[in-house]
């Protein structure tokens, strides 16, 4: 019984912590779902964006205190502006999805909302973190060595 319970408690953390990226098999796969020069932004900035704000996580989440709202997903889509979680105050969802869908392990909608994103006029430059970590900085070492 106690075996069945830790098999239980493990599952569940599985599950709750979701799929967490390696560097290459996150590049290809945005590369794959035609991140890879998209608006004019290379592999390498999408790359240094998702380290920094998910760590690769694709269940990463982040509440924002000042706005009631919250960062979804391995991008961290914000849900006052581009998902519905059905609690954040005045929410937009330009992207039109459920919040939900961007903590999948398959990362399809929040490649989709993330090109959304940056269709709008600030670009990449809609994250924070992309502006702390990424501009202007080499990023060869996010794609060095995966063949994309």
Not at 27 to 40: E, H
Not at 68 to 79: E, L, R, W
Not at 100 to 127: E, M, N, Y
């Amino acid at each position: 019984m106690k075996a069945l319970l830790i098999l239980g408690l493990l599952l569940l953390s599985a599950t709750v912590q979701g799929k967490k990226f390696q560097r290459c098999e996150l590049a290809r796969t945005l590369k794959r779902l035609g991140l890879a020069g998209y608006q004019g932004v290379s592999l390498a900035n999408w790359m240094c964006l998702a380290r920094w704000e998910s760590n690769y996580n694709t269940r990463a989440t982040n509440y924002n205190s000042g706005n009631k709202s919250t960062d979804y997903g391995i991008f961290q889509i914000n849900s006052r502006w581009w998902c519905n979680d059905g609690k954040t105050p005045k929410a937009v969802n330009a992207c039109r999805i459920p919040c939900s869908a961007l903590l999948k392990d398959d990362i399809t909608q929040a490649v989709a909302c993330a090109k959304r994103v940056v269709r709008d006029p600030q670009g990449i430059r809609a994250w924070v973190a992309w502006r702390k970590h990424c501009q202007n900085r080499d990023l060869r070492s996010y794609v060095q060595g995966c063949g994309v």
